[in-house]
């Protein structure tokens, strides 16, 4: 079949062929015919040609990866020569055939069985060296066609958001170069099938993040948050490199196939070596994934544009950690203690973070922390062995936060770049279509009934009550974060949208709509915001988890323990617990902020201590500078005085000792010969006396 790849040439040689005979004739080939031959035979083209991929699957999985690297590629070499509507139809479209592509290998892989959904397509030997051999290649399984389908569909929409929202900036072809890499290194990272092949992509996510958000990098404090993203993710990045060159010590080999089906052979349940890979992987994910202690970067990501902040927090460099956690399922579920330190970090990060949105200004902020609050859901969640509830609270997640931070972008371009929420109020009257979406949103994001993020939030909380590895204690962490995500996401919501009008006269003059370029992903985001979750029905809802039963593959290897059977009326009244929260936190934030908007000033008036804590973030940033940084700096300077004076010294004075030697050396060996005579006698003489 696939030899018929050479009608994919024909088809347009054979337009142009029609074009050229017949088109030439105005009178007898209308200009409308022109382009329907022309389109047609393009529009055929491709159809065959993606036809042909579908019964190559190896072909597409490498061309989903590959496609926007060469959008990238053709951007940077040509995009400042064109117009922008070829730089942002190059950057687009080939996302979007990534996502075509990613789409067709999905339907390919729901025709085979579950047990045969892994497919492995290697393609050149990388790295031969001793005991190490390590080929270039993809894994398409259940696990990466989730991921696939996240990265590549939210990414195009965001995308096509772009158009609009970067319209005037001068660097619109570095812009759309810049997102296309991210898309590529991200589909490396989900596709590898091995640990160093994703730890390029690990690390090609990192470079984009620091070049996206330190895009308008003439304002220093842009430079300075890409700097800070990049050299945190770097401490991360060390445990993960430890956590590689321990698992080649252990199975000599760095294929996941190697290593995860042989991990219960090689490794002790709740051995030393189990425990010390894990929680070294797991030291990466924190970094990558902005979790307690490395969470820091990501509120000041906000610096880069808008498109970026939604491409980083939604369907890219976050939910990295979270991935690889769940790839990594048969190596977590070998170390019990690691498992408990994923859960608890996750729990602590989910209501620390959502404790800092109650006092922030900047509308990105707020959605930066809370983006730190919902991953550490998705770490809750793998760590009491969810892995499946884990990932699919990421797809909801990147629908409902996608929403959120292009809705935010939608605000500020009809503010003229104002970012404090201080200083909106009133807007649902003027940014109509921008207000549903982002009304539908916060509804999704407080995991309110019928929303996608109720579904995937609860699936959460009942298994972080029920697991084996969950306990009550997690569980009620995790509830009251629902709550307190109602109350700052509302807050949100209520001080853009509704009470008195705080802007100036001249910023309410200018505010408008944003262009349907901008809304019509608005608007499919929000349609995945609502039904996204249904997917995932729980089984006690009258569904059939089909997300569930979809990834089950993925932890055929994982070490299986006993999970307890509680009756469905449980986990009806810890959803109805965890729902009541969400609902009292709503109900707290209407009434802060609609009904007695004084509330809160008086508040933050009689505990101001309290405040300035909260909005300052806890100090953290300052006790980090004050310790870590200011400790680094420190030992680097006390290294540049021993490099100066120890190092330097010794290589310099060997130099200089050498110089003076022969500078002795040449007084003697003038080239006179007097004095060479001289030289005789006088050491005649000397043997005489």
């Known amino acids: 079949m ?13 337009g142009a062929f029609l074009n050229g005979i017949f088109g030439v004739f105005a009178d007898k080939w209308e200009k409308r015919l022109v382009h329907v031959v022309s389109s047609a035979a393009i529009g055929v083209a491709f159809t065959i040609f993606l036809f042909l991929l579908y019964q190559r699957v190896s072909f597409s999985i490498a061309l989903v990866a590959l496609i926007p690297a060469l959008g990238a590629f053709i951007n940077v070499l040509f995009g400042y020569r064109w117009n922008k509507t070829l730089v942002h139809s190059v950057g687009v479209g080939s996302v979007g055939i990534a996502f075509l592509l990613s789409a067709l290998a999905f339907y390919q892989l729901l025709g085979l069985p579950p047990h045969e959904r892994f497919i492995e397509v290697p393609f050149y030997k990388w790295m031969v060296s001793g005991g190490l051999s390590l080929d270039i290649g993809f894994l398409l399984d259940p696990l990466s066609m989730v991921m696939m389908l996240a990265v590549t569909g939210v990414s195009f929409l965001i995308h096509v958001y772009s158009i609009g929202y970067m319209h005037d900036d001068p660097s619109y072809a570095r812009f759309f170069s810049y997102l296309n890499l991210f898309v590529f290194f991200m589909l490396i990272l989900v596709m590898a099938n091995s640990f160093p092949v994703m730890f390029v992509g690990w690390e090609g996510v990192g470079l984009c993040s620091y070049l996206l958000i330190g895009f308008w990098f003439e304002d220093d404090y842009n430079a300075y948050a890409g700097n800070k993203a990049f050299i ?9 490199l430890l956590g590689m060159f321990l698992i080649f010590a252990t199975f000599h080999s760095l294929n996941y196939s190697d290593v995860f089906e042989n991990a219960q052979h090689v490794l002790t349940y709740n051995g030393f070596i189990a425990t010390a890979i894990t929680l070294l992987l797991f030291m990466g994910a924190t970094g990558k994934s902005a979790q307690i202690p490395l969470y820091v970067w990501l509120p000041d990501a906000m610096a880069g544009p808008t498109p970026v902040s939604a491409l980083i927090h939604a369907a890219t460099m976050v939910t990295a950690g979270v991935y690889m956690v769940a790839r990594c399922n048969a190596l977590f579920t070998m170390a019990p203690v690691s498992m408990a330190v994923v859960a608890a970090v996750g729990a602590a990060t989910a209501i620390f973070a959502a404790s800092m949105g109650f006092a922030q200004r900047d509308i990105k902020r707020i959605l930066a922390y809370s983006t730190i609050s919902q991953l550490g859901y998705m770490f809750l969640a793998v760590g009491v062995g969810a892995f499946a509830a884990g990932i699919f609270h990421l797809v909801t997640h990147a629908f409902f936060k996608a929403l959120l931070f292009l809705s935010a972008g939608s605000v500020i371009h009809a503010m003229g770049g104002e970012q404090d929420v201080m200083k909106m109020g009133g807007l649902r009257k003027y940014i109509r279509a921008t207000f549903v979406t982002a009304f539908i949103a916060t509804l999704a994001i407080s995991g309110m009934p019928g929303f996608s993020g109720f579904f995937s939030k609860d699936e959460i909380l009942w298994y972080a009550y029920s697991s084996p590895y969950g306990s009550p204690i997690l569980w009620f962490i995790g509830a009251v974060t629902a709550g307190m995500t109602a109350f700052y996401m509302f807050r949100w919501l209520f001080l853009i949208f509704y009470g008195e009008e705080r802007m100036d006269e001249e910023t309410k003059h200018h505010i408008h709509e944003s262009p349907y370029v ?19 029905i729980p089984e006690a809802l009258g569904g059939k988890n089909h997300l569930h039963h979809f990834l089950e593959p993925i932890t055929e290897h994982a070490y299986k323990v006993e999970w307890h059977e509680y009756p469905h009326f449980l986990e009806y009244a810890l959803m109805a617990i965890s729902t009541g929260l969400a609902f009292l936190g709503f109900l707290a934030a209407y009434w802060c902020y609609i009904k007695d908007p004084s509330l809160p000033v008086r508040f933050a008036e009689k505990y101001h201590r309290l405040y300035e804590v909260v909005y300052n973030k806890y100090f953290v940033d300052e006790i980090y ?13 006390s290294s540049k005085k021993f490099d100066e004076v120890v190092v330097d010294g010794a ?5 200089k000792s050498i110089y003076l030697f022969g500078s002795i050396l040449s007084r003697i060996q003038t080239g006179y010969i007097y004095h060479y005579i ?4 006088i050491g005649l003489l000397i043997l005489l006396v």
Request: hydrophobic share 55%.
């Open 625 to 637: 500078n004050g310790s870590f940084v200011r400790g680094v700096l420190g030992s680097a300077f």
């Open 651 to 655: 290589v310099n004075g060997t130099g």
């Open 2 to 14: 696939f030899d018929y790849i050479i009608l994919v040439p024909l088809f347009p040689l054979f």
């Open 678 to 681: 001289w030289g005789i006698v």
């Open 518 to 536: 901008m809304l019509i992903p608005l608007f499919v985001l929000a349609f995945l915001s609502v039904v996204g979750g249904y997917i995932g």
């Open 232 to 240: 945190v993710n770097r401490i991360g990045d060390y445990g993960f």
